[in-house]
C-alpha cells in the first residue's frame, strides 16, 4: 500500500453517514462516533500476546478503538482468523489480504526481570508483505493504556501523515451533585482524574503548552479568581485584583498569560507573566473586551467584543495597539480559539437563536458551521488541528461533542451521573 | 457633582485600585489544601508511557471555603428593606429599573452611614451565550449598580463589581418567567 495514494484518498473522501459506533469501556466517558471517511482504510490489529498482564485491556482493543474515532479507519474483525501472529516473520499475508487488509499490526507484552514491561509492536504492509515501521516500549505495568495510545499514534502517522493525538489528554469541569470538579482524561475519555473540586462554579480550564499545569477560574471567594494548578496539586493564585479574574489563555512559550480584568469597569484584556508578575493592559475600551486567545506565532491576541454594539471577534498586538475587526459575517460571533497549525479560527456563532461551533479559514475568510446544536460553546482544537472538542447539551444535561474540522466525523462524549462542560484539549506530550 | 469631576474620580479610584492591585499580583502559593473527598480515581496514574516528562503524580486539591459568622444582621432582617438585595433586568439589558430605586437608595443610605461597610455587586446572566461572554455582561450589569450607588454618593472603595455570568443561573429555564429571575444584580456585604 502507498502511503500517498491514502493520504489522497482521505483528502478526496465523501460524507458518508454510514458508520455509527458506540462502546463504553470501564470509563467515566462514553463515546459515541457517527460520520465518517467512505474511503477509510481496512487495518487489522492482531491481539497482542499479552499473557503477564491478561488482567489487563488487550493493547488491540485499545488501539481500534482509538483508529476507529479517527474515523479514517476500518478496523477489521480479526476472530475469524485462527492464527494470530504477534511477530511480523509469523504473519501468513494471504490470510490477512483475504480480509482486505491493507495494513496489519502485531505485537507482544513480555514481563522483564525487573518486572516492568517490554512492548514490541510491528506494522505491516499487507499487499507489499514489508514492515512499514516497529517499536519497543519498556514501561511500568500501569503505563499499559498510555503505550497503546502511542502505538495508535505511530500507526495514525505513519498511515495519514499526520500526527496523531490519541496520547495527549483533556481536561473539562464535570457539575453533579451541587459540585464542580475539574477533571482531565486521556482523550478517549479514560482515566478520568479530578484536579480540585469545589462547590463554587470551575469555569475556562486552560493547559499551559507544556501540559504540565492547568489555569483556571474558580469562584471559591464569591467572586472569579485565577488560579494556576500543577498535576501535582501545587496550587497558586495567577490572579486576584479587585472585580473579576477570568478568561485565562497561555502565550505560546508558556512565558504568560492573556487574561480578563474589570475592576472596576468593563471585561479588558491585560497579559500577564506565568508567575503573576508584569501585568500589562492590551484593551482600553469602555466596552466589553473578553475570550483572549493567542494566535500560533504570538503575535496576536484575538478576542470578543461588543466595541461594535454585537459582539464580534476583533485581534490586537499582544503588546498592545489599536485592535482590528476579524469577524463581519454574523450577528453574534464569540469564543475565538486559534487553530494550532494557524490557518483557521474557531468561533461560537448565535446561527438564528443556535449558538454553534464555527470555522474561518484565515486565508479564504469562508466560514463552516460545524456543530448542530443549539447551545454549544467552548472549542476547542486537537494538538494536531483535526479535531474540535466542545459543549453541548444532550436530553437537558451538558456533554462534549468533537467534530472533525472537515466537519465529516463527529462524536459524543457522555459521562453519565453530571453535567460535563468547558473541555480543553490538552498539547502532544513527547 | 458634575460629569468631568465624577469622571476624574473615577479615574483616580481606578488608576489607584491598578496600583494597589498591581503590588498585589505576587502569587500566593496556598499549601495544597487538605484533601476532603480524595475519590480512589486520585491514585497515582502516570500520564506517559516512555518519556520521563509529566510521569507526576495528579492530586486532587479540595478548597470548600469556612462557613460564615453567625448572630444577628440587620442586614438580613426580613422585615428591612435591608434585606432586599436582588436587582432585575431585561433581557440583554443593563438598565437599572425605577421600581429598584427605593433599594438602592437604602443600600446607599446605609454605606453612607457605615463607612467600613463594603458591598460586593454580583451580576448575573441567564444562559444564552457562552460562560465567559455571559461574565462579562453580567459585569456590565453590577457596573450599571455601582454607578446608582456613586451617584447616591457611595464611595468607590466601598463597592466590588463581581459577575457570576451564567453560572448560578438555573439551568434549563423554559419560559422568560424563569429566564428573568436569572437576569439580575445581588448585593451581597463583604463578611456575609
Known amino acids: 500500500m502507498n502511503r500517498q495514494i491514502f493520504k489522497h484518498a482521505i483528502r478526496g473522501v465523501v460524507f458518508s453517514a454510514s458508520l455509527c459506533i458506540s462502546f463504553i469501556a470501564n470509563a467515566a466517558l462514553e463515546i459515541e462516533i457517527s460520520g465518517g471517511s467512505a474511503q477509510q482504510l481496512p487495518v487489522a490489529i492482531v491481539p497482542f500476546a499479552q499473557v503477564a498482564t491478561a488482567d489487563q485491556e ?137 484536579m480540585v473540586s469545589s462547590k463554587e462554579p470551575i469555569i475556562s480550564p486552560a493547559w499551559s503548552p507544556d501540559g504540565s499545569k492547568l489555569a483556571y477560574v474558580s469562584f471559591e471567594k464569591k467572586k472569579p479568581i485565577i488560579f494556576v494548578q500543577t498535576l501535582s496539586g501545587q496550587r497558586t493564585v495567577l490572579a486576584n485584583f479587585k472585580g473579576n479574574n477570568s478568561a485565562p489563555s497561555w502565550a505560546p512559550d508558556g512565558s504568560k498569560l492573556a487574561i480578563v480584568l474589570t475592576y472596576g469597569a468593563n471585561s479588558q484584556v491585560y497579559t500577564i507573566n506565568a508567575d503573576g508578575s508584569g501585568l500589562q493592559q492590551i484593551t482600553k475600551s469602555s466596552a466589553i473586551d473578553t475570550e483572549p486567545t493567542w494566535s500560533t506565532d504570538a503575535k496576536w491576541i484575538y478576542f470578543s467584543s461588543d466595541r461594535g454594539g454585537k459582539p464580534q471577534i476583533y485581534k490586537v498586538s499582544s503588546s498592545g495597539g489599536e485592535p482590528q475587526r476579524v469577524t463581519f459575517e454574523g450577528a453574534y460571533n464569540v469564543s475565538p480559539r486559534f487553530s494550532p497549525d494557524g490557518k483557521s479560527l474557531a468561533m461560537i456563532r448565535n446561527d438564528g437563536g443556535k449558538f454553534r461551533v464555527a470555522l474561518q479559514n484565515l486565508a479564504s475568510g469562508q466560514v463552516q458551521i460545524l456543530s448542530e446544536g443549539s447551545q454549544d460553546e467552548s472549542p476547542s482544537f486537537a494538538p494536531n488541528s483535526r479535531i474540535l472538542l466542545y459543549a453541548t447539551r444532550v436530553g437537558g444535561h451538558g456533554a462534549l461533542a468533537a467534530v472533525s474540522a472537515d466537519g465529516r466525523v463527529k462524536q459524543r462524549l457522555n459521562e453519565s451521573g453530571g453535567d460535563i462542560r468547558e473541555p480543553a484539549w490538552g498539547p502532544l506530550l513527547n | ?120 455587586l454580583q451580576g448575573n446572566t441567564d444562559e444564552r451565550g457562552t460562560r465567559e461572554y455571559n461574565l462579562s455582561l453580567g459585569q456590565r450589569r453590577s457596573v450599571a449598580v455601582k454607578k446608582s450607588l456613586n451617584l447616591l454618593g457611595v464611595q468607590d472603595k466601598q463597592i466590588e463589581t463581581v459577575s457570576f455570568g451564567e453560572e448560578k443561573a438555573t439551568e434549563a429555564c423554559a419560559d422568560e418567567a424563569c429566564a428573568k429571575m436569572n437576569r439580575r444584580v445581588d448585593i451581597v456585604y463583604e463578611n456575609e
Not at chain 1, 474515523?71 to 482468523?81: D, H, I, N, P, S
Not at chain 1, 491493507?102 to 514492515?131: C, I
Not at chain 2, 507526576?56 to 471555603?65: F, L, N, P, Q, T
Request: net charge positive; aromatic share 6%.
Open chain 1, 58 to 194: 488487550n493493547i488491540s482493543t485499545i488501539v481500534s478503538a482509538d483508529l476507529r474515532r479517527s474515523g479514517l479507519f476500518r478496523v477489521l474483525e480479526t476472530g475469524g482468523v485462527v492464527n494470530h501472529p504477534s511477530d511480523i516473520m509469523q504473519i501468513k499475508y494471504a490470510e490477512w489480504a483475504a480480509l482486505q487488509a491493507q495494513a496489519m499490526a502485531v505485537g507482544v507484552v513480555e514481563t522483564l526481570p525487573d518486572n516492568r514491561l517490554k512492548v514490541t509492536f510491528q506494522l505491516a504492509d499487507v499487499l507489499k508483505q514489508t514492515q512499514l515501521t516497529g517499536m519497543q516500549y519498556n514501561i511500568a505495568p500501569n503505563q499499559l493504556r498510555a503505550t497503546a495510545h502511542k502505538i495508535a499514534d505511530v500507526i495514525y502517522q505513519k498511515l495519514t501523515g499526520e500526527v496523531g493525538i490519541f496520547a495527549s489528554r483533556i481536561a473539562y469541569i464535570n457539575k453533579s451533585n451541587g459540585r464542580y470538579a475539574l477533571r482531565i482524561a486521556d482523550a478517549d475519555g479514560e482515566n478520568p482524574l479530578t
Open chain 2, 1 to 120: 457633582m458634575n460629569k468631568s469631576t465624577w469622571n476624574t474620580k473615577l479615574l483616580s479610584g481606578l488608576a489607584l485600585a491598578l496600583l494597589l492591585s498591581a503590588c498585589k499580583s505576587t502569587p500566593m502559593v496556598d499549601k495544597p489544601a487538605s484533601v476532603v473527598d480524595k475519590s480512589p480515581a486520585t491514585a497515582t496514574k502516570p500520564a506517559d508511557a516512555t518519556s520521563g516528562a509529566d510521569t507526576s503524580a495528579v492530586k486532587e486539591v479540595s478548597i470548600d471555603g469556612h462557613a460564615s459568622a453567625s448572630g444577628y444582621n440587620p442586614l438580613k432582617d426580613p422585615s428591612n428593606i435591608l434585606s432586599k438585595r436582588n436587582i432585575y433586568f431585561d433581557f440583554d439589558s443593563d438598565a437599572v429599573k425605577a421600581e429598584f430605586r427605593p433599594m438602592i437608595e437604602a443600600h446607599a443610605k446605609y454605606l453612607i452611614t457605615n463607612g467600613n461597610a463594603k458591598v460586593i
